[in-house]
């Protein structure tokens, strides 16, 4: 197992809890930019040029969430799906059915696609669309897990982003905190197209 954690420049007290808690972890330090998702993509680009070959990832963040009064909620059920009492399940679930790819807290899954209007029920209908096209993927369910907090294989992973280099993708996203409230954003429209890779590649979504 490789403990792989971002944070931002000047987060010193933090790195020295991670390594506390985690000696051989790897602690990257990179501008916030992208919030969470942009992390994920730092983190992937060295998970994939490091050659690391774990059967599965767990993306997981801090969840802070300022703008709702509902944050700590979300936060403790979204890290359910490393709950010791779920490990073990989810693990399994993977190796009982080779279609999953990906695992992530029930009640977090979502699909915003209106098939009658053929577009997202978000502000970020715009991107996601724009997203969709230019990576050419071929979906057939919109279902993701709203967080960006769950297990998916690593195969999926390194099909997409030895093609797509996770930085350049990074690249687009946009810098400090935001919401998608009124406008949409590349950084939440990632949020979806992240797990949409699984179905682009033939797996599902498993609640849990």
Partial sequence: MINLCTTKPGNSQIISCIKADFPQAFVIVTPNKGRDIGGKLALVDFFIKTGQQSEYI???HDKKSPHSITGERWRLKLFSIIDTQKVETIIKEFKNNPRIGIIGARDFIKNEYDKKHKKFETTNSGKITELIAKYDLKLTDYTFIAGTMFWIRRAIIQKFFSVHSALECREMLEEGNFTDQYEGTYTHSWE????????DQHSIIKGI
């Fill in 192 to 199: 979806r197209i992240l797990c949409w890779l699984a179905n």
């Fill in 58 to 60: 767990v993306f997981l």
